[in-house]
Nanobody, 122 residues
Framework: QVQLVESGGGLVQAGASLRLSCAAS????????MGWFRQAPGKEREFVAA????????AYADSVKGRFTISRANAKNTVYLQMNSLKPEDTAVYYC???????????????WGQGTQVTVSS
C-alpha cells in the first residue's frame, strides 16, 4: 500500500505558474505508475497527466499539453506537476494517484491523495 500527500496548491493570477508535489510513503515508489487528476466544482474528476514507473513514459490531457509537465524523482518518492501559463479553467482540486499495474497508461488507479486546491484568477 502507498500513502499520497499533495502540496503546492494556491491562488495565482492567470498566466502564472505553480508546481504541485505529491509525496509517497509506504511500498517502493518506483513500483507505481503515477497520475494527476483534477476536479472542478460541479464537474467530474478528469485526467490531467501520468508518468510511468521509470519516468520514461508520460501522457497528458489535450487541455494541458504544452503547459503542464509531469516528472518524478524516485529517490525522493515524489511526483511533480509543473503548471505554466495557468488559466482560470485550470481551477480545481488536484489529486495525485498511484497504481502498480504492469501496463501504462493506467485505466484505474488504486491509491489516491486528499487533493490540493488550485485557484486561478482572471
Amino acid at each position: 500500500q502507498v500513502q499520497l500527500v499533495e502540496s503546492g496548491g494556491g491562488l495565482v493570477q492567470a498566466g502564472a505558474s505553480l508546481r504541485l508535489s505529491c509525496a509517497a510513503s509506504g511500498r517502493t515508489f518506483s513500483s507505481y505508475h503515477m497520475g494527476w487528476f483534477r476536479q472542478a466544482p460541479g464537474k467530474e474528476r478528469e485526467f490531467v497527466a501520468a508518468i510511468s514507473k521509470s519516468g520514461g513514459g508520460t501522457a497528458y490531457a489535450d487541455s494541458v499539453k504544452g503547459r503542464f509537465t509531469i516528472s518524478r524523482a524516485n529517490a525522493k518518492n515524489t511526483v511533480y506537476l509543473q503548471m505554466n501559463s495557468l488559466k482560470p479553467e485550470d481551477t480545481a482540486v488536484y489529486y495525485c494517484a498511484a497504481d502498480p499495474s504492469a501496463g501504462f497508461p493506467v485505466r484505474l488507479y488504486d491509491y489516491w491523495g486528499q487533493g490540493t486546491q488550485v485557484t486561478v484568477s482572471s
